[in-house]
Nanobody, 120 residues
């Protein structure tokens, strides 16, 4: 699976932003897709995730009520809508997909990331 993020940029606190992740290749075995973010010197943290089966979504506490993750398989796109952005939302945002392949091999794919900067 190949993943390509887009939509990052410089915004002001309180603005909204929608990130997109276009995926290609075989998604057989992929159980879920999601968004992580990372700031320098810290570990990546999950922002939101959505299952490929029932479309169940989960969110980190930091984004609950301000974030919405969705997927459109007809367009091979997953999006993350973020509202009321805060300076602490500044990070590189990564699109990811995971699951299990044949013989239960772990599948773990990542995009290159897109920078989101929120000015105060």
């Amino acid at each position: 699976v190949r993943l390509a993020e887009s939509g990052g940029g410089l915004v002001r606190a309180g603005d909204s932003l929608t990130l997109s992740c276009e995926y290609s290749g075989s998604t057989i075995g992929i159980l879920a897709m999601g968004w992580y973010r990372q700031t320098p010197g810290t570990q990546r943290e999950r922002v939101a995730a959505i299952t490929t089966g029932g479309g169940t979504t989960t969110y980190a506490e930091s984004g609950k009520g301000r974030s919405t993750v969705s997927r459109d398989d007809s367009k091979n796109t997953m999006t993350l809508q973020m509202l009321k952005l805060k300076p602490e939302d500044t990070a590189v945002y990564y699109c990811t997909a995971w699951g299990y392949g044949p013989l239960k091999t772990e599948l773990d794919y990542w995009g290159q990331g897109t920078q989101v900067t929120v000015s105060s």
